[in-house]
């Protein structure tokens, strides 16, 4: 069974463009979580969605951010304009229900220059 | 408002030893803990989880927790590690509606 697929696993541009993150939940799953790492503030949730609606977003941390799920196998978060203060690692992770465990993908290590 | 402290931020270790990693919770509701590992450049796993029963937990490569409601606490210890250990461990708490709250980790170190 293919996991959580996250694309790109890298990804480095200069401050100012538009950035996309990809996600792949595993296939039955029907929550999907975006998460953001950093070495000063750990592991942060930033928004999470159930059966493809967005159920909570108070963890995004501006206007700047948004997260979308058009349907059950791919969801999005978009960062524009990006800032170098938004380099981190994302993650994404999807699970089945509430007492399951969550599945993470790889992550996607983006700096901003 | 739910939240986690691992009280530990780095626990160094030589290989063979036990070892506790631990882990505080604060609650109003009934709670679902969860511990993760996460090894360099990659996503976190799932070690344990308790969400009801025996208060004693066994997860994957050895580990084992304790939930102790009266402390708010579950732990996590091993009796014997190995250098395949190093890594971050993550405790994290959660309600019925599937958000976790994850502690700040703590990385284990094991040398030789």
Redesign the interface.
């Known amino acids: 069974d293919a996991g959580?697929i996250q694309s790109p696993r890298h990804e480095v541009t200069e401050m100012g463009q538009e950035v996309t993150l990809r996600c792949k939940p595993i296939s039955g799953h029907n929550?999907l979580?975006w998460y953001r790492q950093t070495m000063m503030r750990?592991?942060e949730?930033l928004i999470?969605f159930?059966n493809n609606v967005p159920?909570?977003d108070s963890g995004m941390p501006e206007d700047r951010f948004s997260a979308k799920m058009p349907n059950a196998s791919f969801s999005t978060l978009k960062i524009q304009p990006s800032e170098p203060r938004d380099s981190a690692v994302y993650?994404c992770?999807s699970?089945r229900?509430?007492?399951q465990?969550?599945h993470?993908?790889?992550?996607t290590r983006l700096s901003i220059l | 408002a739910q939240s986690v402290t691992q009280l530990d931020s780095q626990v160094p270790v030589f290989e063979e030893a036990p070892v506790e990693l631990r882990c505080n919770y604060s609650s109003s509701v009934s709670v679902?803990l969860?511990w993760y590992v996460q090894y360099p450049?990659?996503?976190?796993?799932?070690l344990l989880?308790y969400?009801s029963g025996s208060t004693l937990v066994k997860g994957i490569n050895g580990f084992e927790a304790e939930f102790n409601k009266s402390q708010t606490s579950f732990h996590l210890r091993k009796p014997s590690v190995h250098i395949s250990d190093t890594a971050e461990y993550?405790c994290a708490v959660?309600?019925?509606?599937?958000?976790?709250?994850?502690?700040?980790?703590t990385e284990l170190s094991v040398k030789p």
Not at chain 1, 104 to 107: A, C, H, T
Not at chain 2, 94 to 105: N, T, Y
């Open positions: 959580v929550s979580f750990g592991l949730l999470y159930n159920i909570d993650f992770a699970t229900g509430w007492d465990p969550q993470f993908g790889d992550g | 679902y969860f450049n990659q996503g976190l796993q799932l989880k969400l993550f959660s309600d019925q509606g599937g958000k976790l709250i994850f502690g700040q980790g």
